[in-house]
Structure formats: structure tokens, C-alpha cells
């Protein structure tokens, strides 16, 4: 589907819902928050229907106003936008809604989007859906301000982790560029995305360190979390999202799993590769899935076991 | 003076010497192999002279055979640049290299630079050196390949903190795009510069959270290391660098100090703000220095005693 039919849509309806996917991110509520400004100052009406809190990270993106929460009802809408959305699954409750407008659009990066909606524009070499919302804001000759603009780069930097990511490409900086000249402090926006952390966070990192293990001369990294971890930390489960890459960035490690005890017969594990060592067979061996270099699985059995079967499947691949 | 004069100079002369200054960073030897790289491809005579190792940081920069380790005679070169070097004591051994040159020229980003040289760029409005020595190439219109690209763009991610820093600006983003184009990929190169850490810096990390002391309603955050410390996590005091943004990057934390213990009778003490403390304040009153947002200083005096008295300023300054 071309660009210029989206936008056709876009400014032949004047009632448009826009849906985040469920657990939102920088990238779906920047590029939802924009797109909703960006209708609503030339005169549409325009809202982003959520039905979760907008996490806390979150809570200083401009234009939170055009947010509306989720209520199960017979209401409508014209034309109701998905972003950086994969599949329908992952518009929750508000499926039923979003099927119930008169048109669906689905704008997305994800390569494995499953064209879910009437109209379906995804593009899988950009970062990110900010990216995407950027050039049909230019293509539409809609005026951006710095509420957009601000929205427009979280959702960017997200999802590229400050353009470090191997999504960033050059057409990336140069929308970064142009959104930049609309007066963002880089440092202040980084700050706030990707510094500032809960205190509880910084000791369940020193907790989880703790328990780091090193295996094959220094190529395989494993940490361990549980409940007690987590008490003695004041953390919640939440705050293990990223602690994997503790293991993954240590100088020569390939392979580094996380493993978190759930019950006294559950152990989650979180693994992620840096070069070669393909984690997602792994997983799979394990009847999970996920990427080359970014997996999980679950296996139902206690700690000590579960390590010891996992470290010799990672010890195959990694040796 | 005009980057049209410094593109005329290094237009005119064959024989070009290349200064990075003294404790060598990515911006300083990206710039000085890209410009020697570049000068070579056109057929001059162009090396980098260092005083120092490269830091293994740096070792997987391509280019590195332009590096020449300085040797103390009576050689000279018809041209000397001096690049992201503030004044003339940054050259170390080599200011006497330097003034032996027939011309001398400093090209610099630093707005406090002293314009030690015959001919001074100085342009405080880019973030690294980097960007300026992309400017004089393209104006020079020489050919940029992947390995001067790689070069430049460690550069510029180097002193931006990778995009982050509130140097960053358009500019920077718009040259991060020209770059990329010469076939970079952002992830591999962001992993070598801002995510791998030695094993010991990890254990580090954990021992130095066990210290965290929170004071002022969550306002300030106290950090500590010593020998003991360092010894237990096999670390080096190298690996301390950094550590107090621990403290500083915690949600709701204004000041944030490291303290560490160099004898029984002396500790030096690393401080950051975040929005409006002025640390360079509580570093002078302990005849320290630094800048508002980073300062330091050493207090003569045992643990405990010089935590009470620097926690008794640092709170009058928070408060």
C-alpha cells in the first residue's frame, strides 16, 4: 500500500481513533501522541485510545491530553490508525473497537506484521513507527511543533536505544536532524529516557550481579533472579527487563542467559547472543522461540537443574 | 580565522604532522586518523604522532599505521595540526615537535581554547572535533571511504555520549547521517564504544551500590569505594570512572558523590548535579574545582568525618 493512500484517508475522515499496541512503548505512544496532535491542529477530531496507564518513563511526553482510556461500549469511529502494531492480538480489548470503524488503517515497522487492517503500510527499513509518522506528517505539509517534534524523537531513540541500535540507519539521523531544529535538548531527553533509573533498580542490579557465573573461558554469562532477590531489592518482577544484558556486556561473553525462578518448579530464561551463537535454537530446544540473538523459554524444573540442562545446550553452541 | 585558510594550508603543504592531545580519546584519534587517512589518499605525506599508546578502546579503529610513536629528536614537518587540543601543554612532549613546524595550525572545538598555533579554527558550536574535520574534507572535496567514516563517527559518538549529550545538535545528527551512508552499521560500532565493560568493572559496580547511602529525601546519594573494594572486585582505580553517575542517575537524586579512599588519612571526592546544584561551589569551599554539573575535590581527613562535613554543604547547596 502506497504512502499517499494513508494519507488520503488521514484527511478524508474527521473522526480518528489511534491505537498503541498493548504494553506501550516510546515508539507506539510518541508516534500515537504526534499523529494525534498533528490531526487535531488542523481541526480533525483526534484521540489515542489506550487501555493501560502510560508507564511512568512516559509521563512527561507532551500532548498526554489526546489520551482517552479504553471503555468497553458500542461507540465508534471513522477510521481507526494501529501503530507499531504487529498483529491484532496486540490491540487487546480494543480490537472489538477498532474492528467496529468504519475504516482500519495499520501503520508499522514490523516485518512479521500480519496486515490485520482494511489499509496496511508497513515499512521494515525504518526503526521505528516515529519514523514512519514523521514522513507522512511532512507528505501531508502538516505543521509540526516541538509537542510533536519532542514525541517524534522519543519514539526514534527508543527504539533504535539512542540511535546505538543496528536499526539506525542514515535516513534515522536525518529525521533525527530535522526534528532536533525544533529546538530538542538532546541531553535532557536522553536523560530522562535512558538514565534515570528507581533506586529499587540499581540494588536488584547489584543483587543480580552477585550472582553472575562465567562459563567457557569466559563466553557464557548466567545471573539468576527469584523472589527473594527481588524483596531484598524493594524491585519488582518489571525491573529485570534489560538486566540480561549485565551477562551480554561483558568483554568476550557470546552467550548470557538470566534465569528467573517463577515458582518452586518454573524457571523463565532470557538469553541474548552479541555475534554468532544463534540463542533462538536454543529456546526453541526448549519449546520457546524468539531472535538469533535475543530469546526465552521457559523450562519446568528447579534452579540447579534447569541451569545445568540450559548450559549444555548454550555450551554447543557457543563452543 | 576562516575554515577556507586551513583548507589553503593543508592544500599547499606535502608534509603534514598530526597531533591528538595527551590521554588520547575517540574524538581527538578519530579525527587526527580520519584527516591523516584522507591527506595520504591524495598523496601527501601525512602521519599522526602520539605520546601514548592507543587505549584498547580504540584499537579496532581502522587506520591505525598512520600512528607514529614520538620520538625525542630534531626532526620537524613543513605543516603541524594540532586537533581537539585546548592549549599547548594538551601536546605533552610533543609541543616541541609541534613548534618546530614551519606553520602551525589548531582546529578545535573547545570554546576555552587558548589559539596556540599560527592559524586557529575554533568552532564551539560542533560537538567534537569530528565534525569539523568532516566539514574541511567535504570542502576539500576529497573521497570519504568506509574507514575515514568509521573514524568520524567515533568521533562525533564519542563526545556526544553517542547522540546523548546536550552537545548534540542538528548538525551532528545531519553528519551521523552522511556518514552512515558509506555502509556503517550503528550497533556494532555503539557495543565496542558504550556497552562492553571488563568483568571486573561489573563486580565493581555491585560492591560500590552496597555502599549507596540516600539522604535529603532521596535528594542526595553517597557512594564509596576503597582498596578493600577494588581488591574484592579485581578492579583497578581506572575502573572507577564513571561510577558516581550510579548515584546520579537514580530517580529524584539532584547530588550525587562518590567518595574515594586514597590512604587512611585521605579521600577524594567526585560529585555531580543533575539540574540545578552547584557542586563546583562545595568543591571550592574544600579548595577542589570543576564546573557546576561535575566537580571534585580531596578532603584531607578520615571516612566518616569527611562524608559528615561534605554531606553538611552538600545539603545546604540541595535544600
Redesign the interface.
Known sequence: MDLKHIINLLQQNDDIIIFPHVNPDGDCLGSSIALAMALTNIGKKARVIVEENVPSAYEFLPGLECLEMYKEDKSNGQLAVAIDTGDRKRLGERARLFDRCKFTVNIDHHKTNTSFADYNFIDASKSSAGEIIFDILKSMNVKIDKSIAVCLYVAIATD???????????????T???L??YGL????L??RL??????SK??L???V??T?E?FSG?KIAFLEVNDKILESAGAVPGDCDGLV??G????GVEVAVLLKEIGNNEIKANMRS?KYADVASIASFFSGGGHARAAGCTIYSHMNKAKSMLLAKVREVVE
Request: aromatic share 6%; net charge neutral.
Open positions: 533504535t536505544g539512542g540511535f546505538r541500535y543496528s536499526n539506525t540507519t542514515a535516513d534515522t539521523h536525518r533525527a536532524a530535522k532536533m531544529e535538548n538532546a541531553g535532557e536522553s536523560s535512558f538514565e534515570v533509573v528507581s533506586k540499581v540494588l542490579t547489584a543483587e550481579i552477585k553472575l562465567i569466559g544484558n549485565i551480554r556486556n561483558i568483554e552479541n
